[in-house]
């Protein structure tokens, strides 16, 4: 069984940059497609950011193209997003997932998540 532990969120002002980790044991996670999604307040969770399992290949959702920046690290068994230029609308709980094979991008395709972690911008 594969877990996963996001870390990083925080409270950030508009314009500043935030990396988030996740961390993953029990399995490997070369063996996984991974990718970020994220939840506001009253809305629906959406996919954010996913990458192959050698990281060969990338996809982001059109809000945080340009922005934000997905990366692996399959020998330290990690995930990172690196989010660049943040909004208001980027105002959100990030999970961390993963699946494979890959059905497609929506949620509830996605097999493991972690327990999420808040992040907030605000001025």
């Known amino acids: 069984q594969l877990q996963l532990v996001e870390s990083g969120g925080g409270l950030v002002q508009p314009g500043e940059s935030l990396t988030l980790s996740c961390a993953a044991s029990?399995?490997?996670?070369?063996?996984?497609?991974m990718g970020w999604f994220r939840q506001a307040p009253g809305k629906e969770r959406e996919f954010v950011a996913a990458i192959s399992r050698n990281g060969d290949n990338t996809k982001y959702a059109d809000s945080v193209k340009g922005r934000f920046t997905i990366s692996r690290d399959n020998t330290k068994n990690t995930v990172s997003l690196q989010m660049n230029s943040l909004s208001a609308e980027d105002t959100a709980v990030y999970y961390c997932?993963?699946?494979?094979?890959?059905?497609?991008?929506?949620?509830?395709?996605?097999?493991?998540w972690g327990q999420g972690t808040q992040v907030t911008v605000s001025s």
């Open positions: 997932a993963a699946t494979y094979p890959v059905i497609d991008l929506t949620p509830h395709s996605w097999d493991y």
């Open positions: 029990g399995r490997t996670v070369s063996e996984y497609f």
